[in-house]
């Protein structure tokens, strides 16, 4: 995920009016892939980590607070836009 910043931020700040569309494709391509990562591994990493009795608190924590993110990202985005 951190390693996809660097094109994320080049996708924000690209001029709008004068840019090549090849690279700014290849740049969105390989940083959405960087950034896109997260998700499966984590729960895979709190499979293998968790014991079998604490595992459904575990994945209960993990998409409560994935989906809070889900819900309350869009709204603090909007509040600061506006």
Sequence with gaps: VFLGIGPMYYLVNVPV???N???TLLVA???GGLAS???PNLRAALL???LPET???AFALQT???DLG???GPFIVAWFIT
């Design 29 to 31: 391509f390989v940083g």
């Design 64 to 66: 409560l607070t994935d």
């Design 48 to 50: 293998n980590v968790n």
């Design 21 to 23: 569309i090849a690279p």
């Design 70 to 72: 889900k819900g309350l």
């Design 37 to 39: 990562v997260a998700g």
């Design 55 to 57: 595992r459904g608190v």
């Design 17 to 19: 009016g004068n840019f």
